[in-house]
């Protein structure tokens, strides 16, 4: 074999020495290929990564995140309880740790009584508060929520409206105009939990969020008598989260070019968030471990990212904390975010970029898919909701790697209910998003 590479490169280099110009493109590109070929250094990168993935390791810390510690709140006691497992993983792995402190915003909690019982219900962030003793009013059927919706009748009421056709914002907008007093959304899909609907900014009028059952229920029994329910939202001031960020910078030389790697492992109220996502987190404490060990030529970070589910905050601070040199030096971002689920409709692993455009990640990831093979087809799409859309705003290239179903784009059933559990967690998913990913970062930055 050797002497066979000896004997094509002597030819070339004969033939391009006696070669006339016209040789010369043709030339080049079989040299090219011919030293990546004689080349073995991606994959024997590749290897030295894939080689370590532990699926079983990286379950644990899911299971510790979601069962041990459960829903994951932002701004809760069990969002700083993971931040804290978090942080001493990492310092575990020897790395350099910054807890990047934050204020949230404030954020709204409530509660519905129906006939003496208590209806579960989720408070959007932006929702107006109610007097203390909270408003006891009957409700209106408001339908869909839309301008034709609401009749006079409405005024000073609770709007019931379903999910549906469009955004929760203009739903709320709609009954604010109409006079409604407050804003009741039920779900249009049956799903363990109350809605969890976002409104965008800040309203005037008090906004909940409840089941598809809830609704009905209320819709049924509620309505036609005018009977009354008691709706109460409170303002809890002065939260906080934060952000867990580990940080390996090369043994020589500054001014390196920067990989962010992030995942948020805050979740939604009554969910234990294992794909949505204690999953991406646990894939990237993993990576950590891995890649401690390494030579790098290019500074690695990981961002463990509070805050997500409540609109980007953790991430958005993040980001604002870079000065513009760090910003100018970032090459790329990847982001893990619901990449273990089992539902085997999502067969895909999907690369949402905010732009839908190829960049440095997905470019990266696609090459890293092709030398060691991953099973899972990847899909480059259109896609903002994780903490990839801080980055982008930043011009940073950003990457959400994501499982969902081919063609429809579906997230799993599980998502944001309280059935997003470790039994819905597939092993060897989360191995194929820690070979892909981890694979990937190393090919940029190994040395
Ligand atoms: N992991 C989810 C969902 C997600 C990410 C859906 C990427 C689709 C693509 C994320 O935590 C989430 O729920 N995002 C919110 C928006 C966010 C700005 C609060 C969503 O999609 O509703
Ligand atoms: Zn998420």
Do not use: C
């Amino acid at each position: 074999m050797k002497i066979g590479r000896k004997r094509v490169s002597l030819l070339l280099s004969a033939l391009l020495l006696a070669s006339s110009f016209y040789f010369v493109p043709t030339e080049t590109a079989y040299v090219q290929a011919a030293k990546e070929k004689e080349n073995p250094s991606a994959k024997a990168f590749d290897q030295k990564v894939i080689a370590r993935v532990d699926a079983e390791r990286i379950y644990q810390d899911i299971y510790h995140l979601s069962e041990t510690i459960g829903p994951r709140v932002t701004g809760t006691q069990e969002e700083k309880q993971a931040a804290e497992f978090i942080k001493s993983r990492l310092e575990s792995y020897g790395y350099k740790i910054e807890t990047q402190e934050f204020k949230i915003p404030d954020q709204m909690i409530g509660s519905l009584t129906a006939d003496g019982k208590e209806v579960d219900i989720n408070i959007p962030a932006g929702s107006a508060a109610t007097p203390k003793e909270g408003l006891t009013l009957p409700l209106f059927d408001a339908k869909l929520g839309k301008p034709e919706d609401f009749t006079a009748e409405a005024v000073g009421k609770i709007a019931l409206i379903s999910r549906g056709e469009f955004t929760f914002q203009e739903k709320v907008a709609n009954a604010a105009a109409a006079g409604a007093a407050g804003v009741l959304i039920y779900d249009n899909v049956d799903q363990p939990g109350p809605l969890n609907p976002s409104i965008g900014g800040d309203t005037t009028v008090p906004v909940g969020g409840i089941s598809k059952a809830s609704g009905l229920a209320l819709l049924n029994d509620f309505v036609p008598e005018g009977k009354t329910v008691t709706f109460t939202v409170e303002k809890l001031g002065s939260a906080t989260s934060q952000n867990i960020i580990a940080t390996r910078t090369p043994n020589k030389g500054s001014d390196h070019d920067i990989v962010h790697v992030s995942a948020h492992f805050d979740s939604v109220p009554f969910a234990p968030g294992a794909n949505d996502n204690a999953s991406g987190t646990s894939v990237a404490l993993e990576l950590a471990r891995i890649l401690k060990s390494y030579p790098i030529d290019k500074e690695l970070r990981f961002v463990f990212v509070g805050a997500e589910e409540i609109g980007l905050v953790g991430s958005e601070y993040y980001v604002s904390q870079l000065s513009q040199d760090e910003i100018n030096r970032s090459i790329a971002n990847f982001n893990m975010d619901m990449v273990g689920t089992d539902w085997d409709k999502a067969t895909a692993i999907f690369m949402n970029a905010v732009d839908g455009k190829a960049n440095l990640v997905s470019d990266t990831a696609l090459a890293t898919a092709k030398r060691i093979g991953t099973p899972s087809e990847l899909i480059l799409y259109q896609r903002g909701s994780s903490d990839h859309v801080s980055f982008h705003d930043a011009g940073i290239p950003a990457i959400n790697f994501i499982r969902r179903e081919p063609g429809t784009a579906n997230l799993e059933p599980y998502y944001h209910t309280p059935q997003d559990t470790i039994e819905h967690i597939s092993k060897e998913r989360l191995q194929e998003a820690g070979e892909l990913v981890g694979a990937s970062i190393y090919s940029l930055i190994g040395k």
